[in-house]
């Protein structure tokens, strides 16, 4: 079955603190794999993507995602959070060669402590 | 330009009542799909349609339809509603059905059934 899977339903950090959230999926083959945010009250704004070459992709808001095909997992880090940080954070996977169904994690939470 | 607008933003229905919820598509996108995002958890796919035909279906039931129209804006209706159905329902669009053209989302609406 395809899933995503976000382990950690919360997180708190510190500001100025580095931040790692964990992503890991279960997938016929490489899916696209995707990182948004979603503000309170707010859709969803897409903060990266990976879909092929460097394992390592660059996000907005100075957010970062790796991606390791050994352990299906697509992590986002970010080096020194911020407090406009704070936001729930969704890791998702979608088919390569065209398709119609992207398939979210449930989310964590990201809140941030001065 | 403008992005994926949603109307209603909010909206109060009783049960047994009817809904239906609104998207416009970014200019030039002609493929549409509606999520509903349960309070706390990931948005769960509900349809998807790209040139006015329906190209896949989560799995919800049959009370759940949709349809596209030629100018590529949708509509998503609920018949028979449950307190269940209470949730942000989410419209996204993206260029074509192919799975490297990210998903762009609205800022929902906030369905709340009483």
């Known amino acids: 079955a395809q899933s995503v899977t976000q382990p950690d339903i919360h997180i708190t950090v510190s500001e100025g603190a580095s931040l790692e959230l964990r992503c890991n999926y279960s997938y016929g083959a490489t899916p696209y794999l995707f990182w948004y945010v979603q503000s309170p009250g707010q859709g969803l704004q897409l903060l990266l993507k990976y879909f092929s070459g460097d394992t390592l992709v660059q996000g907005i808001k100075g957010f970062e995602a790796e991606f390791k095909r050994s352990q299906s997992s697509f992590n986002l880090r970010k080096p020194s959070v911020h407090w406009s940080d704070a936001a729930e954070y969704f890791c998702?996977?979608?088919?390569?060669?065209?398709?119609?169904?992207?398939?979210f994690g449930a989310g964590t939470r990201l809140f941030v402590k001065a | 330009d403008a992005g994926v607008t949603q109307s209603p933003t909010h909206l109060i229905k009783t049960r047994g009542q009817h809904v239906t919820l609104r998207c416009s598509p970014i200019?030039?996108?002609?493929?549409v799909s509606w999520y509903q995002q349960v309070l706390g958890q990931g948005p769960q796919f509900i349809f998807q349609?790209?040139?006015?035909?329906?190209?896949g279906r989560g799995n919800f039931p049959d009370r759940f339809s949709a349809r596209q129209f030629p100018n590529y804006s949708s509509e998503l209706n609920v018949n028979a509603l449950l307190l269940g159905d209470s949730a942000l329902y989410l419209c996204?669009?993206?260029?074509?059905?192919?799975?490297?053209?990210?998903?762009?989302f609205g800022a929902g609406s906030r369905l709340t059934v009483l």
């Open positions: 349609y790209y040139e006015k035909e329906e190209r």
């Open positions: 996204a669009s993206r260029r074509d059905n192919s799975g490297a053209n990210v998903l762009t």
């Open positions: 998702a996977v979608g088919p390569r060669g065209g398709g119609f169904k992207t398939i």
């Open positions: 200019s030039g996108h002609k493929s």
